[in-house]
């Protein structure tokens, strides 16, 4: 049977919000859950799942389901559909709010963790989105809130990748939007500045400048933010005036001064403050293959003129 043609009356609505366990989206589950509704929370954490799902439905009387699922994968994103579909619910409110950051020098970082980011900042949005939406545009009933960053409104350096997948969020979720006018969905992005939460440390940052020395805000202070105005109906949400202002300058700021700006900010530090420099890398003659043809023909040349020599010599 197409899932659309289920009678919504046989289903229950729930709100989707990945990231659940940690940071900005555990204080988004808390809003939600005050606001009286029922959750599916995902991440990859079981037991930090199951905490946090005990605590919001002992707290605020709602029912709180929770899926293991790693979201940088398609199979993980599939997964929130068949758990919807299996414990008998419908997706009434999505909030995209898992990702991942990395920062240094672009050409150091894992080339399997930066897939992993765009897989998760980036794909699992789209993924999540299209599974969902349709359902709530038929329903004529629903939003999803895209969380963002200031940094997606400026090319960030050490933390190239990062920034530009906030960069989509951001126009994808302002595109959508667009779309979906007067079809009763709402759909949102949330801009936060700097959270004063573990992904900072986990990428490595945590001595930049950007964490020293500017505002961090509260996760809670920004789910309540975010919250609030994502029901408001609010496009792009953008908590703090230090935040509005960068948010609101930036695009208008030459990139020639922007981006220097931006890369002192964010510049990986240690604890002392000396910056990171890149790793040096092989030397281009042992890794560049012209380069290895050119040794091979050298050395093939010098063996031939020591086997002439040879034979001249007999
Ligand atoms: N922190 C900031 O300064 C800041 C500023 C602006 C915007 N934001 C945005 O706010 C959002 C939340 O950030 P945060 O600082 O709260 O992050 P966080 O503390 O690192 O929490 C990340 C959450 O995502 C989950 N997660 C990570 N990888 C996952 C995966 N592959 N599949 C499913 N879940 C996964 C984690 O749980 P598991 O590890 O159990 O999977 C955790 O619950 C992100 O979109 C971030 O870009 C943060």
């Given at each position: 049977?197409?899932?659309?043609?289920?009678?919504v009356?046989?289903?229950?609505?729930?709100t989707?919000?990945?990231?659940?366990?940690?940071?900005l989206?555990?204080?988004?589950?808390?809003?939600?859950?005050?606001?009286?509704y029922?959750?599916?929370?995902?991440?990859?954490?079981?037991?930090?799942?199951?905490?946090?799902?005990?605590?919001?439905?002992?707290?605020?009387?709602?029912?709180?389901?929770?899926?293991?699922?790693?979201?940088?994968?398609?199979?993980?994103?599939?997964?929130?559909?068949?758990?919807?579909?299996?414990?008998?619910?419908?997706?009434?409110?999505?909030?995209?709010?898992?990702?991942?950051?990395?920062?240094?020098?672009?050409?150091?970082?894992d080339?399997?963790?930066?897939?992993?980011?765009?897989?998760?900042?980036?794909?699992?949005?789209?993924?999540?989105?299209?599974?969902?939406?349709?359902?709530?545009?038929?329903?004529?009933?629903?939003?999803?809130?895209?969380?963002?960053?200031?940094?997606?409104?400026?090319?960030?350096?050490?933390?190239?990748?990062y920034?530009?997948?906030?960069?989509?969020?951001?126009s994808?979720?302002?595109?959508?939007?667009?779309?979906?006018?007067?079809?009763?969905?709402?759909?949102?992005?949330?801009?936060?500045?700097t959270?004063?939460?573990?992904?900072?440390?986990?990428?490595?940052?945590?001595?930049?400048?950007?964490?020293?020395?500017?505002?961090?805000?509260?996760?809670?202070?920004?789910?309540?933010?975010g919250?609030?105005n994502?029901?408001?109906?609010?496009?792009?949400?953008?908590?703090?005036?230090?935040?509005?202002?960068?948010?609101?300058?930036?695009p208008?700021?030459?990139?020639?001064?922007?981006?220097?700006?931006?890369?002192?900010?964010?510049?990986?530090?240690?604890?002392?403050?000396?910056l990171?420099?890149?790793?040096?890398?092989?030397?281009?003659?042992?890794?560049?293959?012209?380069?290895?043809?050119?040794a091979?023909?050298?050395?093939?040349?010098?063996?031939?003129?020591?086997?002439?020599?040879?034979?001249?010599?007999?």
């Amino acid at each position: 049977m197409n899932r659309l043609s289920k009678s919504v009356d046989s289903l229950a609505p729930a709100t989707v919000i990945t990231g659940a366990t940690h940071g900005l989206g555990r204080a988004l589950a808390e809003e939600f859950a005050r606001g009286g509704y029922d959750l599916l929370l995902v991440a990859r954490d079981e037991v930090a799942l199951r905490r946090t799902a005990q605590e919001l439905s002992a707290a605020y009387h709602v029912e709180v389901r929770t899926l293991a699922a790693d979201l940088s994968t398609e199979e993980g994103c599939a997964k929130v559909e068949e758990a919807l579909e299996s414990a008998g619910l419908y997706a009434e409110m999505l909030v995209n709010n898992a990702a991942l950051m990395t920062a240094g020098f672009f050409q150091d970082q894992d080339p399997e963790k930066l897939r992993k980011i765009a897989d998760l900042n980036v794909s699992a949005v789209i993924d999540l989105t299209r599974r969902l939406l349709p359902g709530m545009i038929a329903r004529h009933k629903g939003g999803v809130l895209n969380v963002a960053s200031v940094e997606g409104f400026m090319p960030v350096p050490y933390q190239a990748t990062y920034a530009a997948t906030k960069a989509f969020v951001l126009s994808f979720t302002r595109s959508l939007s667009y779309e979906t006018m007067g079809t009763g969905i709402r759909i949102s992005s949330l801009a936060p500045g700097t959270i004063a939460t573990g992904m900072h440390a986990k990428a490595g940052a945590e001595y930049s400048r950007y964490v020293q020395y500017l505002p961090a805000m509260s996760a809670e202070d920004v789910a309540r933010i975010g919250y609030r105005n994502f029901m408001r109906g609010r496009k792009v949400i953008v908590p703090g005036l230090f935040n509005k202002f960068a948010a609101l300058v930036a695009p208008f700021v030459p990139k020639l001064l922007l981006v220097p700006f931006a890369g002192l900010l964010f510049r990986v530090r240690d604890a002392e403050g000396n910056l990171q420099w890149p790793r040096p890398l092989p030397k281009p003659e042992a890794s560049m293959p012209h380069a290895k043809t050119k040794a091979a023909e050298r050395q093939a040349k010098a063996e031939a003129a020591s086997k002439d020599a040879r034979r001249i010599a007999r």
